[in-house]
């Protein structure tokens, strides 16, 4: 579930059941959303549960900037 973070009413912006799914809301979603979730550490256990170990232990490495935030995670998915 993609969430707008608390401070902005956690509104639910989005739901991912697959892979591609994530990867259109890390390109749709308000930037808000995309930081909160990636700065908190969010996908790595959600990609482990679906068994994308690769692409959480990329996500792991990340660096987190708000410039470079949704071309960095895609690219993570995608290795």
């Known amino acids: 579930m993609f969430k707008m973070p608390p401070e902005k009413g956690g509104a639910v912006v989005g739901r991912a059941k697959s892979l591609n799914e994530l990867a259109n809301l890390i390109k749709t979603a308000p930037l808000e959303a995309v930081l909160y979730h990636a700065k ?8 482990d549960m679906l068994g994308e170990r690769s692409a959480s232990s990329a996500l792991r490495s ?17 290795s």
């Open 40 to 47: 908190g550490h969010h996908f790595g256990p959600w990609l």
């Open 62 to 78: 990340l660096v987190i900037n708000d410039k470079t935030a949704r071309v960095a995670l895609l690219r993570a998915l995608r």
